[in-house]
């Protein structure tokens, strides 16, 4: 269930969201990027990373 949304890491989320790993780390320190932690790890959900683009273009 949600193993097929979640994505592992910030390049595979980087490469989901067609930007650099480096951005990604911004957008999270900033609060920008929904992020689960789990000790060093981040893991995105997809369906939250597509939301929070769409709310941006709007």
């Not at 994505?7 to 989320?13: K, P």
């Not at 995105?44 to 929070?52: H, I, M, Q």
């Amino acid at each position: 269930m949600l193993n097929g949304d979640l994505i592992n890491g910030a390049a595979e989320a980087a490469k989901f969201i067609g930007i650099t790993p480096r951005t990604v780390y911004h957008m999270v320190d900033r609060g920008e990027l929904p992020v689960i932690r789990k000790g060093k790890r981040l893991y995105f959900r997809k369906s939250e990373l597509e939301a929070a683009f769409r709310s941006e273009a709007a």
